[in-house]
């Protein structure tokens, strides 16, 4: 088992910046991938962007030169830096991690952004 802890949540004005974070604890020696996906209002769950062990990077298309995945490897956190915020960020963002040859998918329990025009 993984526990996910997010946290960076809020309201800002659009232009603006955010960092989520997500901490993970238990089984963490499985893990393969850990990322951010995001549910705006109304709509289906999209990546965001995962990052690897091995530190591999990959980004939603919208979101591209505007976010920043890092991961923390000592700390087993990984973050989203949010930049250029836009309306159309606004969503609830989880945070995922992959374990195992499977890639068994855990979720944390989600963080509101909001981002006012």
């Known amino acids: 088992q993984v526990q996910l802890v997010e946290s960076g949540g809020g309201l800002v004005q659009a232009g603006g910046s955010l960092r989520l974070s997500c901490a993970a604890s238990?089984?963490?020696?499985?893990?393969?991938?850990m990322g951010w996906y995001r549910q705006p209002p109304g709509k289906q769950r999209e990546l965001v962007a995962d990052?690897?062990?091995?530190?591999?990077?990959n980004y939603g298309d919208s979101v591209k030169g505007r976010f920043t995945i890092s991961r923390d490897n000592a700390k087993n956190t990984v973050y989203l830096q949010m930049n250029s915020l836009k309306p159309e960020d606004t969503a609830v963002y989880y945070c995922?991690?992959?374990?195992?040859?499977?890639?068994?998918?855990?979720w944390g329990q989600g963080t509101q952004v909001t981002v006012s025009s």
């Open positions: 990052i690897t062990s091995g530190g591999s990077t």
């Open positions: 995922s991690a992959d374990r195992g040859p499977t890639r068994f998918r855990s």
């Open positions: 238990g089984s963490i020696f499985s893990i393969v991938a």
